[in-house]
């Protein structure tokens, strides 16, 4: 295991410069150099800053070979999603990925949709619109839950919103085992961003097509989880850095 290829991996991951990061870091460039050829050790309160800063948990830095982890994604593919009707719902808690997926699940099953499609497929994505102050006051986030319905399903069970989503072409990863370190979603992300060469969603999102969304399910046994990003909501970009 090397710590200072796992600094050199995430910078370049994190698209930052040895001279930015030692900006950040407040050091100097040769320092984060010295670092990453594994010259010096980072002394414990920038360690514990560098893991705040890439988004990986400590000991992960320390102790896991993070160069080194092509195998936890799937190469990157475009597909065409075709057009489907789900029903939704979101919520902002603490813990609103948990709470919205149970939420989700009893209305699958009350509703009838399990019953008569018992392989429903469940998608979810992040619920942008939650203030900075209930985010930092109370630790609250929002997540939105959905199932795609099968055509001609209808139900007077209450408790979602149903929406329709249009054909649209998405980039895909699947990313295994997904919950075992947090970072890992978060990278999967940044993977299809970087292969799409953007900067960022648009502000304004096509009309009747989800920004990006995840879906969780087994595989032989193992957690999958498949992101896809709308190839045209994003913000391209033509800027490059040479990160050396």
Aim: hydrophobic share 35%; aromatic share 14%.
């Amino acid at each position: 295991m090397s710590l200072g290829k796992n600094i050199q991996f995430l910078r370049k991951q994190q698209k930052i410069t040895q001279e930015q990061l030692a900006e950040r870091m407040r050091v100097s460039r040769q320092t984060v150099s010295k670092w990453e050829t594994d010259e010096v050790v980072p002394e414990l309160n920038k360690l514990i800053e560098l893991s705040d800063l890439f988004g990986c948990k400590l000991d992960a830095l320390i102790r896991e070979e993070l160069y080194n982890r092509d195998d936890i994604y799937s190469p990157i593919a475009i597909k065409t999603v075709k057009p489907f009707r789900m029903g939704r719902y979101v919520m902002v808690t603490p813990n609103p990925e948990d709470d919205v997926n149970a939420y989700m699940d009893v209305w699958a099953r009350k509703s009838g949709l399990l019953a008569l499609k018992p392989d429903a497929k469940r998608i979810g994505w992040d619920f942008p619109y939650v203030s900075l102050e209930l985010q930092n006051r109370f630790g609250l986030r929002g997540y939105v839950a959905a199932y795609v319905l099968p055509e001609g399903f209808y139900t007077d069970y209450p408790g979602v919103e149903y929406a329709e989503q249009v054909e649209a072409d998405y980039a895909v990863v699947t990313i295994y085992d997904p919950f075992a370190a947090y970072e890992r979603i978060q990278n999967g992300y940044k993977r299809i961003m970087d292969f799409l060469q953007a900067n960022g969603f648009k502000e304004k999102p096509r009309d009747g097509v989800l920004s990006c969304f995840e879906y969780v399910y087994e595989e032989k046994g193992m957690t999958c989880m498949d992101v896809y990003i709308h190839v045209d909501s994003v913000s391209k970009t033509e800027a490059f850095t040479n990160f050396s």
